[in-house]
């Protein structure tokens, strides 16, 4: 299955590993192919890779997994490492793993020799669903995450559920998370896959690109519609930075900053009130959320410094109903 984004192609599917030669010689005709990805990938997948691009001279370069490789140290080095081994300005860049290869390799192609043609291979649930397309790359810094970085096109991308067999099941649900976030936003259908909590298939992951699809195609730059993907991103990175980035991971801190966005949105008079308890329940279940559950009293001192607040009111997003959502203002004020 192929979706088509604005520049590029999103191919999806079982076995599409096995086309990603063919892919690549559709669009280069050089013989060497950089591959940035992390330890953990590359001890799974490194010989499967090289054996599907048997045609080519393949270089890999490794990091280290984790949020923490999203850093100016870990570009520095990987750039420097890529430049030693030779890569030039024709040369094709390709990011396998997940989020955090994803938007290092491709910040890399956007300013190494002021731009090289990359691709992206996305293995977890979450970068396969959310972080691979949108052309969002870059690196974050002490201040916070993704603060440096560049609107930045892959030449493709390859999505191959395949992958995800060997995915740890907490970085699933993280993954599953961004997924009912979609859901709820745009796609009620999705969201009810997981009230039976089923194994994802191409079928949701092509649902859940959809959604971040249609949106990005609207507002490739993050001025306005975009906006709408953010749906519990508020409360979600006050909690993250509550507890410094250690205790929830960000799957589940939105899943908490999603059931405060439709309480808000209850007392707002949007959103139904029988939403709550149907969510709460369909979280729970994808053990995104447990009780005790947050009050926004306890997160209110971490969303002053959300880089979204303008002032004293920022856009907040809400649901209409299952399936639909709105960007509101809200005022810090109004928090009670
Ligand atoms: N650019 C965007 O639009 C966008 C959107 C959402 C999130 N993000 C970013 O994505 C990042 C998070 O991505 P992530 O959740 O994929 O994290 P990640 O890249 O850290 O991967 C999570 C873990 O899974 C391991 N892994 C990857 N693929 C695997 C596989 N197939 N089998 C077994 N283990 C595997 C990794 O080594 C790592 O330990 C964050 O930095 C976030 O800011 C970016």
């Given at each position: 299955m192929m979706l088509k984004m604005e520049t590029y192609d999103i191919y999806v599917g079982h076995h599409e590993i096995d086309k990603l030669q063919d892919y690549i010689k559709n669009i280069y005709n050089q013989k060497d192919i950089f591959i940035v990805t992390d330890d953990n990938v590359d001890h799974l997948y490194h010989d499967l890779i090289s054996h599907k691009l048997s045609d080519f001279n393949l270089h890999f370069v490794k990091i280290k997994p984790?949020?923490?490789?999203?850093s100016f140290e870990t570009y520095l080095e990987t750039i420097n490492r890529l430049v030693e081994k030779g890569i030039k300005r024709n040369h094709l860049l390709i990011a396998l793993g997940g989020g955090v290869v994803g938007d290092l390799t491709g910040f890399i192609a956007a300013t190494l020799y002021r731009g090289i043609s990359f691709v992206q291979v996305p293995t977890t649930l979450l970068s396969q669903v959310?972080?691979?397309?949108?052309?969002k790359v870059g690196i974050d810094l002490d201040k916070g995450k993704n603060l440096v970085g560049s609107f930045y096109s892959p030449k493709f991308v390859v999505i191959d559920p395949?992958?995800?067999?060997?995915?740890d099941e907490r970085e699933y649900h993280q993954g599953v998370a961004e997924m009912i976030k979609a859901g709820l936003i745009a796609n009620k259908e999705l969201y009810e896959f997981f009230k039976t909590n089923n194994k994802v298939t191409e079928k949701e992951i092509l649902m859940a690109l959809n959604v971040k699809r249609d949106v990005v195609i609207k507002d490739p730059f993050d001025?306005?519609?975009?906006?709408?993907?953010?749906?519990?991103?508020?409360f979600g990175h006050a909690i993250e930075k509550k507890y410094e980035y250690k205790t929830y991971k960000h799957g589940e801190a939105i899943s908490y900053g999603m059931m405060i966005a439709i309480e808000i949105g209850i007392k707002k008079g949007?959103?139904?009130?029988?939403?709550y308890e149907d969510v709460k329940k369909v979280l729970e279940n994808n053990k995104l959320i447990e009780s005790p559950y947050f009050t926004i009293e306890a997160l209110k001192d971490y969303i002053?410094?959300?880089?979204?607040?303008m002032a004293d009111v920022f856009y907040f997003i809400c649901l209409k109903n299952i399936g639909q959502s709105i960007i509101t203002n809200l005022k810090v004020g109004d928090l009670k």
């Open positions: 984790g949020e923490t490789s999203k959310d972080s691979s397309i949108g052309s395949m992958f995800l067999e060997t995915l001025h306005y519609e975009r906006m709408i993907l953010n749906f519990g991103h508020t949007i959103t139904p009130s029988y939403i002053k410094t959300d880089k979204k607040s």
